[in-house]
């Protein structure tokens, strides 16, 4: 018999046959009242189990329970960087709907790493997951290990031709045409760019978007106006110091990336260039970050929760190997740093 300690708890990790001992019943009689059958137990039988468990602390094993009904009600979700606020922002949205189903997400952050990222999905195969929410390193997802293992898969970005899984996205091209469009509408004329990556797809599709604006207003992109940077504060600020201190000075400037936007906030005050008087700045993937630098940030900003739950039903509600992909939309988020009028409202002082 174990010991029991001063709360009045049984030490160590009590058995379902310590429970029956308890109550005076069998061990099939817990099992039935735990699982809720198969078989029916008399009411006063069920509480003296009840009562039983909770004097002896026990623990039902769900992890065993689940795998016998062929699932561990477990999700896993793949990001390239957790450190970044828009990936965070989306984690949290991603789990608190799965939370919301009786359902748990585990995390693998692959700290951009392609080798990491892999690792990642075997292990969570491992694991047994029921699916995989995936936001990839960049958008070459190699997702036969999940195939092979009957696990699937949703990625949280536009997926190439041919591809065999299941996408949440917005139209990153159109995002960032918009974006460009807006600051060509506040009267600027030479609009540069500060990228991501240019092998990363996502950094094409920005990039592509700046050109089709410029080139629809008879601007013209410029290749001395665009500059490659890391997804990071100090990626933009690097790009930003290279951008003031070329000889071709633009009037306004679309970033990849809000952590690259702070980065060029840090670069222009070093430089004396004023926002939005000098350069006008429009970012992509706004936070509620971009509510608080100075100047606030005019932003691209994607739908999180909306993006969650589309994901979330894609894998609960919908044939998981369906090859199936949802546009969700994206938002000009209008700031100070574009020119625009603006004063914080009560939802950015609550963030």
Same mark, same amino acid.
């Given at each position: 018999m %174990?010991?029991?300690? =001063?709360?009045?708890?049984?030490?160590?990790?009590?058995?379902?046959?310590?429970?029956? +001992? @308890? *109550? &005076?019943?069998?061990?099939?009689?817990?099992?039935?009242?735990?699982?809720?059958?198969?078989?029916?137990?008399?009411?006063?039988?069920?509480? %003296?189990?009840?009562? =039983?468990?909770?004097?002896?602390?026990?623990?039902?094993?769900?992890?065993?329970?689940? +795998? @016998? *009904? &062929?699932?561990?009600?477990?999700?896993?979700?793949?990001?390239?960087?957790?450190?970044?606020?828009?990936?965070?922002?989306?984690?949290?949205?991603?789990?608190?709907?799965?939370?919301?189903?009786?359902?748990?997400?585990?995390?693998?952050?692959?700290d951009d790493n392609k080798e990491r990222e892999n690792e990642i999905l075997r292990t969570f195969i491992e694991r047994r997951v029921d699916g995989i929410i995936w936001y990839g390193v960049d958008r070459d997802v190699d997702m036969r290990d999940a195939h092979a293992a009957r696990v699937p898969v949703v990625v949280l970005?536009?997926?190439?031709?041919?591809?065999?899984?299941?996408?949440?996205?917005?139209?990153?091209?159109?995002?960032?045409?918009?974006?460009?469009?807006?600051?060509?509408?506040?009267?600027?004329?030479?609009?540069?760019?500060?990228?991501?990556?240019?092998?990363?797809?996502?950094?094409?599709?920005?990039?592509?978007?700046w050109k089709q604006a410029l080139e629809l207003n008879s601007n013209g992109a410029s290749d001395t106006l665009s500059f490659e940077a890391d997804y990071t504060r100090g990626g933009g600020y690097a790009a930003a110091?290279?951008?003031?201190?070329?000889?071709?000075?633009?009037?306004?400037?679309?970033?990849?990336?809000?952590?690259?936007?702070?980065?060029?906030?840090?670069?222009?005050?070093?430089?004396?260039?004023?926002?939005?008087?000098?350069l006008a700045v429009v970012c992509f993937n706004g936070t509620i970050n971009s509510a608080f630098s100075t100047p606030t940030l005019t932003a691209i900003e994607q739908p999180t929760r909306a993006i969650a739950k589309a994901s979330i039903k894609l894998l609960l509600e919908s044939d998981p190997f369906m090859v199936e992909s949802i546009e969700c939309a994206f938002q000009l988020r209008r700031r100070a740093s574009c020119g625009c009028d603006y004063e914080r409202n009560t939802f950015d002082r609550d963030q």
């Open positions: %174990k010991q029991i300690g =001063a709360m009045g708890r049984y030490i160590g990790k009590v058995t379902r046959r310590e429970v029956a +001992l @308890a *109550a &005076g019943t069998s061990e099939a009689v817990v099992s039935y009242v735990v699982n809720n059958g198969p078989r029916p137990v008399s009411s006063t039988t069920r509480q %003296k189990v009840l009562d =039983a468990i909770a004097e002896t602390g026990y623990r039902p094993n769900t992890i065993a329970r689940s +795998l @016998a *009904a &062929g699932s561990t009600k477990t999700y896993g979700l793949i990001v390239p960087n957790i450190r970044n606020p828009f990936l965070a922002a989306l984690a949290h949205a991603l789990q608190q709907e799965m939370f919301s189903t009786g359902r748990m997400l585990l995390l693998g952050d692959s970005d536009k997926t190439p031709a041919g591809s065999e899984a299941a996408s949440v996205f917005i139209n990153e091209t159109e995002a960032a045409f918009e974006a460009t469009k807006h600051l060509i509408d506040h009267g600027r004329t030479s609009v540069g760019i500060i990228s991501g990556p240019r092998k990363n797809l996502n950094s094409q599709d920005r990039i592509s978007g110091k290279a951008m003031f201190s070329g000889s071709l000075q633009p009037d306004a400037v679309f970033v990849s990336n809000e952590l690259q936007a702070l980065g060029l906030l840090a670069a222009a005050a070093e430089f004396g260039v004023r926002v939005p008087q000098d």
